[in-house]
């Protein structure tokens, strides 16, 4: 009898397991994965993309967000964020360039951002810059895009 | 007839905190001399079919910033009277 009990409650388990594994499954119409590249410009004075994890100060790195829709259903409204980490500077440089900008991962607004000094409108240091926001209209079945912005280290 | 003492949940609580402390050194930042670690994660917002759908985040990518010091000596006191740093004349009879 108590080993009947023992085999019920680990059928049980095993299949509130897999009905929540494949709920998660079913929710994952967008898989997103991150990238880190160093930037180099060789010798013929073409841009170089090399995977990196360890950089000194002073190294510029592209991070890239490439997402798919996983899914037969279109994607609409998709808003694509990617944070500027702490102690690395943006450089200006952002894939699409129709990224809006933030410097509190709040507000956000068209590049450069501007700021009223002294009664004059005057652009923002990119030092000040948080996160960077793409927002796509759409992106069809089974279609992948990516986003990017590059980084010095500080 | 000689009672089983071994006490199985105190074994399961033993092992839990290893593998706690573990995993709490891995998930630390390794933070030696010169290096830090920088994360930084991705996230997106989307609807499919007017509906709004769950916040999807990337996988974490971590790079290790080395940090190098870099400096160089350069001799500007060619004769030795003079102190350059502070831009110090100095005289026979003293500073001025």
Partial sequence: M???????????????????????????????????????????????????????????????????????????????????????????????????????????ADMPLMRKVDGKMVKIPYSEYRTLRWNIKLLPAKKSAAVALNTTVN | MKSNTFNYSLLAVGIAAVMGLSTGAIAGEQSTAGSASITNVASATYFVGGQEQKKVDSNPV???????????????????????????????LGRF
Avoid: W
């Avoid at chain 1, 010798?43 to 798919?68: D, F, L, M, S």
């Avoid at chain 2, 790079?63 to 026979?92: H, M, W």
């Fill in chain 1, 2 to 108: 108590k080993r009947f009990k023992i085999l019920r409650n680990v059928l049980l388990a095993t299949i509130a397991s897999s009905s929540l594994l494949n709920i998660a499954h079913a929710e994952d119409a967008l898989k997103m994965e991150l990238t880190a590249n160093q930037v180099i410009k060789n010798v013929e004075g073409k841009t170089v993309y090399t995977p990196v994890r360890t950089a000194p100060a002073g190294t510029v790195i592209q991070y890239k967000a490439n997402y798919t829709n996983t899914v037969n259903k279109d994607i609409n409204d998709l808003m694509v964020t990617l944070p500027i980490p702490a102690n690395m500077t943006f450089t200006g440089d952002a894939m699409p360039a129709s990224a809006q900008a933030s410097t509190d991962g709040k507000n956000y």
């Fill in chain 2, 62 to 92: 971590v790079i290790s910033i080395t940090e190098t010091v870099k400096f160089s000596l350069v001799a500007t006191n060619i004769d030795g009277d003079n102190d350059p740093c502070c831009q110090i004349r100095r005289t026979k």
